[in-house]
């Protein structure tokens, strides 16, 4: 006798596996320097979205005004329950993927690259992931993206 119990339909949709299928757009606004640039970004990252089978949640654009960059993005990420970042290239996020991996996987468009999710993080590696962004790096990370 199978003792398997099935799932009525509209069921399985409602068991957690829903923060798999979206993603969140992330898009560092001073390393595109139009509307034409920014729209072009967010379209790359849909495009993205689409061939992983993701759809996007949001779309997060945030500037230099922004200290609290990776906060921001780790509190929509729980907020939403969404575990993937998409961003077109590493220096949106200040040029290392470490960061944001922190909490979440991390797509980029261009290189086409995924940056696993590092789940086995201590509360310190979480709490330095989100530690504010001096100027510097924001600085270093544009001049990375512009060569």
């Not at 979440?104 to 086409?112: E, F, G, K, R």
């Not at 504010?132 to 544009?142: F, K, L, T």
């Amino acid at each position: 006798m199978d003792n398997a119990v099935e799932m009525p339909a509209g069921l399985d949709s409602l068991s957690g596996s829903d923060s798999r299928n979206k993603a969140v757009i992330y898009l560092f606004r001073p390393l595109l320097t139009t509307k034409a640039d920014l729209d072009w970004a967010e379209f790359h990252a849909r495009q993205c979205a689409h061939q992983l089978n993701l759809r996007v949640a949001q779309v997060l654009v945030v500037d230099n005004s922004h200290a609290d960059r990776m906060e921001m993005l780790y509190r929509l990420l729980r907020e939403i329950d969404c575990a993937v970042v998409i961003t077109p290239n590493l220096a949106h996020v200040g040029g290392n993927a470490r960061r944001v991996t922190a909490f979440a996987d991390l797509q980029t468009v261009s290189p086409v690259e995924r940056h696993p999710w590092r789940t086995l993080q201590s509360a310190y590696e979480l709490s330095t992931a989100l530690e504010p962004e001096s100027h510097s790096e924001a600085r270093e990370a544009e001049d990375g993206a512009r060569r």
